[in-house]
Each structure stands twice: as C-alpha cells, then as structure tokens.
C-alpha cells in the first residue's frame, strides 16, 4: 500500500521555525522526484520546494528562498521542509508529493501550518 505520511506541522510565532517530515512507504522512493506543496484557505495549491532523486538539486518558490529548506533521506524514505522566519501568510496545508517524469503520483494528506501570535 502506497503512503505518503506528513508530520510536523503546527502553531507557531512568527519568527519562528518547523521542521515538516514526510514519510513514504510502498514505492521506490528514491526513483521519484519529491515536492512539497502548500495550500492556504481560498487559494490554490502552489509549489514551494522540490528535491530531485538522489537530494543533490533542490529548487525553491521565491517566496520561501532563503528561509525553507528541502532535504531527502533515502535510507529513512523521508523528504524534509526545514521552514524558517515563518510569516503568517506562510499560514497553509503543506502536502508533499511524489513525482515520476513529471508526472504527479502519490500525495500525502498534508499538515496544518499555523504562523500567528
């Protein structure tokens, strides 16, 4: 069975940081490109950060450069989001996906993110 389980979301201040985790089970992880998504109430989904197969290329949205940083175990088939300096507007579900030559495969159920004071 395919999961793609989130982890670490919550409340924080702004200023603040998370560390989000995203642990997969019942694929290849490391044949498969993994991203991380956001979606805030009333708008559509966006990409934040991206990882390729082996962990060696990441990619940012611009708002997140500079403070988010994605990262991948293979050994553990976890991907990371290290977000730091949290703004409220970086308030949103974070969702991690897996992607096969290009294509969307699996997504997980994503976690709640709350930056306020």
């Known amino acids: 069975q395919v999961r793609l389980v989130e982890s670490g979301g919550g409340l924080v201040q702004p200023g603040g940081s998370l560390r989000l985790s995203c642990a997969a089970s019942?694929?290849?992880?490391?044949?498969?490109?993994m991203r991380w998504y956001r979606q805030a109430p009333g708008k559509e989904r966006e990409l934040v950060a991206e990882v390729t197969r082996a962990g060696q290329i990441t990619s940012y949205a611009n708002f997140v450069k500079g403070r988010f940083t994605i990262s991948r175990d293979n050994a553990k088939n976890t991907v990371y989001l290290q977000m730091n300096s949290l703004k409220p507007e970086d308030t949103a579900v974070y969702y991690c996906?897996?992607?096969?030559?290009?294509?969307?495969?699996?997504w997980g159920q994503g976690t709640q993110v709350t930056v306020s004071s």
């Open positions: 996906g897996a992607y096969l030559g290009g294509v969307p495969k699996y």
């Open positions: 019942g694929f290849t992880f490391d044949n498969y490109v």
